[in-house]
C-alpha cells in the first residue's frame, strides 16, 4: 500500500483556485517528484500533505504505519529561516527535542558538512539548504517532503544538494520532491507527477513520461536539397522543414538510413538529439515550441 | 505541550547575544540611577515637591523599573515576534510537532524573568550604594509589577500582531514608547505634571503603572483606580492581540 494517497485534493482561497484537482500515490522508498510551473499548486499540494494548510474538499490518506503527520514527516519549505545567531549545532540540537524519536543530530551534522559553531546568518545559500535538509530529518521522519531546494544554487552546492537527497533514500526514507528543474527530476526521480494550473497531467516514471511524448530520436540538419525521399523510410515517423533546417523523427536505427538515403556533399551540421524530460514536459503542459 | 526547555534556553542564548537589547533593559536603568543619583546633588535631597521625599527614594527607581519593563514589553518583544515571522522561523516551527506558541511562551518567559532581574538589581543596588529604601509594601509592589508588566506585555503582542514587518514594528514601537514613558513620569514626575496632563497620564498603562510602583515603593497602597486602568488595558490589548495575532 502506498504510504501517501491524495485523491481529488482541491484548495480555495476565496476565488482563486491554487489546487484543483490533484491524485497521486507516493510508494514506500521512493523519491515521488512534483514538478511543474511556477504558480501550478505545487507548494501548496504538499503543504496540504504535511498537514500545514486544510484541503477545501479531497482525501489525503497515509498508509505503512505513517500515523502522525507532525511526527512522521519532515518537511523543509521556501522562505523559511533560522535567528541569524543560532548555531548550526543548536538549531540541530533544539529540533531535535521537538521530536519524540529524533535521530542522532551529530551523525547528521556529519551527512550535511557543516561547522556546528557557525552562526546561521553566516552561512551560504547551498549551506542554508543543507542544515534545512537536516532539520527535515532530524526528527527521523518516515517521508521527507523537499520543496524547491536549490533554486538559486550554483551548480556545485545543487549536486551536493542532489547527493544528499539520494542517501536519504538510501537512509530508508520516503521523499517528495517538489521541483521546477528538469534536469533534478531525471536525475532523482523515481516516478513524477506533472502538474500544471492545479491539476495533474500525467503520473509516471521520467523515461515513462519521455517515451509519451513521443520519445525516440531526432536529427537535425542542414540542406539545400531535397528531403523527400526521407519520408518513404520506415524508421522515420516525421519530417519537418523550415528553411534550410530540417527536423528528422523517428525509431530505430534512424540515423543509418537517414544518411544512407541523403545525397552526398549537401548536407551540414548534423547532429541527432534525445528527447529529454524538457521535452516531454513542455509537450505534456501544451507549451512545447512547435516542431519547424 | 507549549512549554519547550530546551526552546526557552535557546531563546536565552540569543537575547543574550544582542548586547544592545540586553544594554537597553538591564544595564541602563542601573546605571541611570546609579550615575545620576551619585551626580546630581539635589536627586538626594528631601524635595517638598515629593512631600519631602528624596527623588532618589520613589520617583526615580520606579521609574528605572518602568523603563526597564516598558522596553522589553513594547520594544523587544514585538520586534523579535515580528522578525520572527518575517524570516519565516515561526513557519519553520509549525512543520514540527511543537506549537507555534511556545515560542511566544518562551519569549514572554524570558522577557519576565529578565525583567525581575533587572527590577532585583535596581532596588538592591540603589539601596546598597544610595540607600534607596526597600519596597515597604513589598507584596503589593510585587503584585502591580505584574499587573502592569502584563499590561505593557498585552499592548506589546498586539503592537506583534498588527506590524507587517519588523521595520514596521521598529517605528511604531518607538512612536508609542516615547510618549507612554513621557506620561508615564519618565521626564517630567506626574506630581509636576499640570492637572490636564496628568489626567491624561491616569488613563495610560504607564501612567498607572508608574504611579502605582511609585506609591508602594513609597510604602503607600496603589490607586484602586489605576489597577482598574491597568487591568483595562490587559483586557483591551490582550483580547485584540489574541484575535489579530498571525503565525505566518
Known sequence: MAIISVHNLRKTYGEKVAVDDVSFAVEEGEIFGIVGRNGAGKTTTVECVAALRTPSSGTIEFGAGLTDVKEQIGIQLQDCSLPDKLRVGEALDLYASFYSRPADWRSLLGEIGLDPRAAFATLSGGQRQRLSIALALVGSPRVAILDELTTGLDPQARRDTWDLISRIREMGVTVLLVTHFMEEVERLCDRVAVISAGRVLAVDTPDGLVARAGGGQRIVFRTTGSVDALTALPEVTAVHRNGDEVVVTGTGDLLVAVVGALPAGQVSGLRTERTTFDDAFLTLTGHAPEPA | ?248
Do not use: C
Open chain 2, 1 to 248: 505541550m507549549l512549554l519547550q526547555k530546551k526552546l526557552i534556553l535557546t531563546e536565552t542564548k540569543l537575547f543574550l547575544r544582542e548586547p544592545a537589547a540586553v544594554f537597553f533593559v538591564t544595564v541602563l536603568p542601573v546605571a541611570l540611577l546609579l550615575v545620576l543619583g551619585l551626580s546630581v546633588p539635589g536627586f538626594r535631597d528631601a524635595d517638598p515637591n515629593l512631600g519631602g521625599e528624596r527623588f532618589i527614594d520613589a520617583q526615580f527607581p520606579a521609574m528605572m523599573v518602568l523603563l526597564s519593563v516598558t522596553m522589553l514589553a513594547l520594544s523587544t518583544l514585538p520586534a523579535t515576534l515580528v522578525g520572527y515571522r518575517e524570516k519565516g522561523v515561526l513557519r519553520r516551527l509549525s512543520t514540527t510537532p511543537v506549537r507555534p506558541g511556545s515560542l511566544l511562551v518562551a519569549q514572554i518567559t524570558i522577557s519576565a524573568v529578565v525583567g525581575v532581574v533587572s527590577t532585583a538589581v535596581t532596588l538592591a543596588l540603589g539601596h546598597v550604594v544610595l540607600d534607596v529604601p526597600v519596597p515597604r509594601m513589598l507584596a503589593a509592589f510585587a503584585g502591580v509589577l505584574l499587573l502592569g508588566a502584563v499590561a505593557l506585555f498585552s499592548i506589546g503582542l498586539w503592537l506583534a500582531a498588527v506590524a507587517a514587518s519588523a521595520r514596521v514594528v521598529q517605528g511604531v514601537s518607538a512612536a508609542v514608547m516615547f510618549p507612554l514613558l513621557f506620561l508615564g513620569g519618565m521626564w517630567l514626575p506626574r506630581d509636576l505634571m499640570p492637572s490636564p496632563l496628568r489626567a491624561v497620564s491616569d488613563f495610560t498603562p504607564t501612567g498607572a503603572f508608574g504611579q502605582a510602583l511609585r506609591d508602594t515603593m513609597g510604602g503607600h497602597a496603589p490607586s484602586p483606580a489605576h489597577l482598574a486602568v491597568l487591568a483595562g488595558w490587559v483586557l483591551l490589548a490582550g483580547i485584540s492581540a489574541a484575535r489579530m495575532f498571525r503565525w505566518e
